[in-house]
């Protein structure tokens, strides 16, 4: 049974699929507790901020096998009429790379019983029930017919109608992370250890005078001022001992593991790789490796769930990647070059790709002028 929301069945449970409990001194992990984590925070956030800004279209195969562009569906673009399709798709991302999962009502479909309105629900008010193999739900206590629901899943598991929570398995990482932040909140708060010890070595203070002497102490140093002692007292100031030190070790190793948890390169979140820096190519290079290696599942499962949910037969529903994979001025302009040379991509398309308009008469005939060599090698009238 997932730790932030519920599914049971006849004989058992699916306590067997996740951890069911922490070492009695670690510190409790929640979904929103975990959230204090910056790692986790950061590893979320990316994750959800690509799948939900990276344009969604919609095509149909042609007889001769080309794609044409189709209308979005309201449900691709304002799934519950009111909010856009980006928020929709940053906070059902968020849900499943944190607990596996996530769901939302059906409100409305159209004439051929594809839904065109989703209102999203917490995971939290969800409950799954398994009996004798058949799947049952309940928002909020409430029974609701299983056509209603909108239920997507990650990391499944045969045998299972949900999706792993990877909060559940990173737990104990998370608590060596959220108990080594407790830790350094209360130790720079004074909470932890006293700050300094003043000692008296000539004689033992009765409780009234230990008191008199911290409070004149006190109000010595509070305002700036100077305090004089005899050679009978010694002040020390306190460091941490060596165990709890170790708090800055624990949060940079617990770091990695979190982000490994969460799938996502731990320089894209500014963690220390321990083979020090990764340094890429180009921009472009370093978000092909994120792209293929973190989000391309992503990508597929969503796109063959849409497709096989929200549009008609026939029609396909795909992320635009390319969008995604941006590429530095230079590295985009080489490629639109050889494309153009090479002649998969026309001029007026280039220029179509830069939000430019197609060259006007007056321009071809300048770059005629300025590049006769170039003009000379045009083929079939397209300058290059």
Known sequence: MSIFFRARRDMDTYADLIPSRLPASAAPVTRDNSLTSSVKWACQRLRADLVSTTPLDVSKQTVNGVATTMPTP???????????VTEWLYGSQFDLDDVGNTFALIKQRDRLNYPTVLEPLPASSVTIRVRSGVVSYEVDGQSVDVDDIWHERQFAVSGSVIGLSPTAYAALSLSG?????????????GAGVPAAMLKNNAKTLTSEQATAVKTKFKDSVATGD??????DWDY???????????????MKLSAPDICRFYGVPGDMVDVESASGSITYANVTQRNLQLLILNLGPVFTRRERTFTARLVPRGQVVKF?????????PASRAQMMDAAITNRRLTVSEARALDNRPPLTNDQEAEFARLFPTRSATTTQGVNL
């Open 236 to 250: 020390q100031m306190l460091g941490a001992k060596a165990s709890e030190s170790a708090f800055d070790a624990m």
């Open 226 to 231: 100077v305090f004089v002692t005899g050679q």
């Open 74 to 84: 309201p449900v691709l673009s304002m799934p519950d009429g009111r909010m856009d």
């Open 320 to 328: 635009n990647t390319d969008a995604f994979l941006r590429m530095d």
């Open 177 to 189: 992370y959220l108990s080594a932040q407790a830790f350094a909140a209360q130790w720079f708060a």
